[in-house]
């Protein structure tokens, strides 16, 4: 429904304050949906109700991507549980279960492994991952609208999910 809106494109992850201060987001995708959500209990976890309505980032890949450039809408993350962890991450890179519980919410975004904020090396000193939050594994919610839990470990190394 977004999209219909919006000339078949989907939301941008955040708009920054003029200046563009890394980080500091004074409209991030949460309020530029919630016209079609309609309802803020969507964006809270019950299995995570310290991280507050950021328990979901979007998948900076898509940012403000037409409908028409992604090739695959039923193979790729839009959005999905994540969180924020304090770096160095402990745990295996590519074991989402091993980090533990995250510091605190994904804010925004949600990255994939190899890029700065996956790794703790982006603007913010601290790592946005998917968090698997329910039996090892997370909800995904993809470009074409569906909705289905995978196993952490999959969603870390799957690179389809993660490029449209």
């Not at 920054?16 to 309802?39: D, E, F, L, T």
């Not at 590519?94 to 533990?100: A, M, T």
Request: net charge neutral; with cysteine; glycine share 12%.
């Amino acid at each position: 429904m977004y999209a219909q809106d919006y000339d078949e494109r989907l939301p941008l992850g955040w708009v920054a304050p003029a200046g563009g201060q890394c980080g500091v987001s004074v409209y991030p995708w949460r309020i530029a949906v919630m016209p079609y959500v309609k309802n803020w209990q969507l964006f809270y976890c019950p299995s995570a109700p310290s991280l507050g309505c950021q328990v979901y980032g979007i998948n900076p890949n898509t940012w403000a991507r037409a409908l028409a450039e992604v090739r695959q809408p039923a193979s790729v993350c839009l959005i999905c549980e994540a969180g924020r962890w304090n770096t160095p991450v402990p745990g295996d890179r590519l074991d989402p279960v091993s980090w533990g519980p995250p510091a605190g919410g994904a804010h925004w975004q949600v990255a994939w492994p190899g890029s700065g904020q996956y790794e703790g090396t982006g603007c913010n000193p601290c790592a946005r991952r998917p968090y698997a939050a329910h039996n090892e594994g997370l909800n995904v919610g993809y470009a074409d609208g569906h909705v289905k839990w995978l196993k952490g470990t999959n969603v870390v190394t799957d690179s389809t999910l993660w490029n449209p």
